[in-house]
């Protein structure tokens, strides 16, 4: 079965954007981070998600409202 994934783009050597099937990933500089962002890692079992401290009860928020289970 053919792959759907996209090429891996660097805009210029501060921005990366890489596509799967499943997902769009940009990693950038903090300064150039649109507004409200969080960083998910997934492993085998578990996924975290990492926002800054000033944002966190908005995330909390954003997620529940969303019907995330927040641990």
């Not at 969080?38 to 996924?47: C, K, R």
């Not at 800054?52 to 009860?57: G, H, L, P, Q, V």
């Amino acid at each position: 079965m053919p792959s759907r994934a996209g090429p891996l783009v660097a805009l210029d050597r501060d921005v990366f954007i890489g596509k799967t099937d499943e997902e769009i990933s940009l990693v950038c500089k903090t300064d150039d981070v649109p507004q409200n962002t969080i960083f998910a890692v997934s492993t085998f079992n578990t996924d975290y998600i990492l926002v800054k401290a000033e944002n966190f009860e908005k995330a909390l928020k954003v997620l529940s409202d969303a019907g995330y289970d927040v641990v």
